[in-house]
């Protein structure tokens, strides 16, 4: 790794654009490898709503892009290791079949690993929080690649990958332990309501439903243990979101499922709400200085939900809602400054008992006693 870091990063280096070939390489040879095997690395219930034209046009962008990338990181840069790393992966790419590889139609059931939403979802966020940082950006000198991003990126790695088996784990306690509670007349009733009324619905029974499942995660002192993991980044943006052990986030998602699975709300306005937190989530914790005003005590904003993660006394254990700031005002837990312009002076845990280091912070719960 430290072969990687030497030279120059500025721009104009060739750090940049060796960076962007070896990413966009890897990404490119994952899409071919997708194509190739997607009973095992294709996510079957996004596979009805791909447009193949379209997936094949961006993974032909991909390549073409890493491969010019890559070569202008070789010409620019005396330390060619990027850039060559970029070519490699585009060339093994392009002799796998590029994006031309053929896809059968009938595509045989079996578990599979979740390659194509993990590419997908990187690509897209990268490409909207990224720009979005450096642009509007509160601490403008952090950067993209700032402490800690290699462990938040293999946190967002494995949680992608393992998407099949967390989504099982999440709907497992609800269709166990409350399907006597379903009743088919309230499942038709709340379906048929209009999808903006059950998307609003859905926002404040599954955020009240977060809410005391994040609380009850700060007080006891086993559960503390797999949630301070989301806690001991000590730099927020966009990829610290994703910093969650996998228990934690089945933990949450299971608990959250149960009301949307008994009141019976429609699966459109289901995937609508988890369209909308995919992205809000991470927008809450991005490195932008946004100041949205009222806007901060209706939903909640960078600024109300960094101060969960402050490092300041006055702050720890307060703003637990994901959504909806009314519930920690209603509770007792809110801190939000009234001067917009005050943001947290840093975040994380108090003297950062969890370690630096990705298979260590898996295995941090189990080893580590009390709360920290």
Not at 171 to 195: G, I, Y
Not at 327 to 333: A, R, S
Request: hydrophobic residues 50%; glycine residues 8%; aromatic residues 14%.
């Amino acid at each position: 790794m430290s072969s990687l870091a030497e030279g120059p990063r500025h721009f104009g280096s060739g750090w940049i654009s060796g960076v962007l070939s070896a990413i966009l390489g890897a990404m490119g040879l994952g899409g071919v490898l997708t194509l190739l095997f997607p009973q095992w690395l294709s996510t079957p219930d996004f596979r009805p709503y791909y447009s193949m034209p379209v997936l094949r046009g961006l993974l032909q962008f991909v390549l073409v892009s890493a491969f010019v990338l890559g070569f202008v990181s070789i010409v620019l840069r005396r330390n060619k290791l990027l850039g060559g790393i970029g070519l490699a992966f585009t060339t093994l790419a392009v002799l796998l079949g590029g994006s031309e590889v053929p896809v059968s139609e009938a595509i045989p059931k079996s578990n599979y690993l979740g390659l194509d939403w993990f590419l997908l979802e990187l690509f897209f966020l990268a490409l909207i929080f990224v720009p979005l940082e450096q642009l509007f950006g509160r601490l403008k000198e952090q950067g993209v690649f700032r402490f800690g991003w290699r462990i938040d990126m293999a946190h967002f790695v494995v949680s992608h990958l393992l998407v099949q088996l967390t989504v099982f784990l999440s709907m497992l306690p609800a269709k166990w332990f409350f399907s006597w509670l379903v009743d088919a007349r309230v499942h038709r009733a709340v379906a048929s309501q209009p999808l903006p009324l059950q998307f609003l619905e859905i926002l404040l029974v599954a955020d009240l439903a977060e809410y005391w499942t994040h609380r009850t995660m700060h007080v006891v002192p086993l559960l503390w243990r797999f949630h301070a993991v989301h806690h001991s980044s000590q730099r927020m943006d966009w990829l610290a979101a994703s910093r969650i052990h996998v228990l934690d986030s089945v933990a949450i998602r299971a608990v959250t499922f149960i009301p949307l699975f008994v009141l019976g709300f429609s699966n459109q306005a289901i995937f609508t709400y988890l369209l909308f937190v995919s992205f809000h989530a991470l927008f809450i914790h991005a490195n932008v200085g946004f100041r949205f005003g009222r806007l901060d005590w209706v939903l909640a904003t960078p600024r109300f939900h960094h101060w969960h993660h402050a490092v300041e006394a006055e702050a720890v254990d307060k703003n637990f809602a994901t959504h909806l700031p009314a519930l920690d005002m209603l509770f007792g837990t809110c801190f939000l400054p009234r001067a917009g312009d005050r943001w947290p002076r840093g975040y994380g845990i108090a003297g950062n008992p969890v370690p630096e280091n990705y298979l260590r912070q898996v295995l941090y719960p189990l080893w580590r006693g009390g709360r920290q």
